[in-house]
């Protein structure tokens, strides 16, 4: 069982950046790729970005395409940053892992418990 800690989240202006940080418990982290999932009021969670155990493929969903970013330490972090942020980015944002990286891109098999992001107008 992976364990999931995100950390980061809080009330952001918009136009602003939000940085928000995952730590893994498994020691064999370089094993897993890493994903960013986020979920706003009354809609369903959806995918945000990925890495994969390497770091030399990532992903991201078309809203934050040019203005994030995904990377990864070499010892149980990864890391997602958001820029120019909208109030429609207010979500709970969620990290997620898999041994598989098409697995992160949509369904992974362990998560976080998600850390609040709120952007105002």
């Known amino acids: 069982q992976v364990q999931l800690v995100e950390s980061g989240g809080g009330l952001v202006q918009a136009g602003g950046s939000l940085s928000l940080a995952c730590a893994a418990s498994?020691?064999?982290?370089?094993?897993?790729?890493m994903g960013w999932f986020r979920q706003a009021p009354g809609k369903e969670r959806e995918f945000v970005a990925a890495?994969?155990?390497?770091?030399?493929?990532t992903d991201f969903a078309d809203y934050v395409k040019g203005r994030s970013s995904i990377s990864r330490d070499y010892a149980n972090t990864v890391y997602l940053e958001v820029h120019n942020l909208k109030p429609e980015d207010t979500a709970v944002y969620y990290c997620?892992?898999?041994?598989?990286?098409?697995?992160?891109?949509?369904?992974?098999?362990?998560w976080g418990q998600g850390t609040q992001v709120t952007v105002s107008s």
């Open positions: 997620a892992t898999d041994i598989e990286y098409d697995n992160v891109l949509g369904h992974p098999r362990f």
């Open positions: 498994e020691r064999t982290f370089t094993k897993y790729a």
């Open positions: 890495i994969s155990r390497t770091g030399d493929a």
